[in-house]
C-alpha cells in the first residue's frame, strides 16, 4: 500500500504473449513434421523470441476504500520487486535484455506522477536487486553480495554500500510461482538485520 492506494502487478500482458508462444512453438513443430524427439524446441522458442519481444507489466493502482482503478502505469519488463514510501512506490523492473531499472512513482490523491526510470548499478549475481527498505529519504537496495543504500530525492545518490559475505535475497521456488523478489532484511531504529545461511548480522543503518 502507498497512502491510501492498493498497488498490485498485473502480469496479464506477459501471460497472454507466454500463452501464444507456446501455441506457436508447437504449431511449428507440427509444421516441420518430424520425429517429437528431433525437435530442438529450446531453438525454435529462441527463434520466436527474436521476433516477439516479451511485454512488459502493468503497476495498477485502486482506492483503498472503494476498489475502484485510479491508475494504470505500464513498466518495461518484469517486475520483481515493489515497496512503497510514505507517499511514493518504487519498483525494480528487468526488461528483455536483463537490464534493471527503478521506477519511482509519487501519488498524490487520484493523480500519480512518474519519474524516468533510472539505471541500478549494484552486484545483483543471477537475479536482480530487491528493494529492502523505503522512507522519505532512503532506499535500501540487497544485490547477491552487498546492500546499496541511495537517496530517494533526485538527483539519487549512492548514499553507502556494504559488502556481504553472503546473498541477502530469498530467490523465487520457480519463476513461473510469479513472486516478488525479497530481501532477508529487517530496518528498524537505524540498524539493519541480514539473515544470512547461518547467523544474523547487524549493522548500522
Known sequence: MAGDTLVLVDRGRRLAAAAEREEAIVARAVELDVEPDRVDFDDLARAWERDHPPPGEDLVGYDLAGGHERWRCPVDGEVVSVAAGP???????????????LERIRLDGQRRYRDEPIALDIDAGDEPPAIAYVDEVHLLLAGATELVCVSTPAPRMVVWRLPLPDSPLVPRPNPGDRRILAASIAVTQRRVAVRGFDSVRIFAA
Not at 507517499?87 to 531499472?101: F, H, I
Request: hydrophobic residues 55%; charged residues 25%; positive net charge.
Open 87 to 101: 507517499a511514493t512506490l518504487y519498483a525494480v523492473a528487468v526488461d528483455a535484455a536483463r537490464r534493471c531499472r
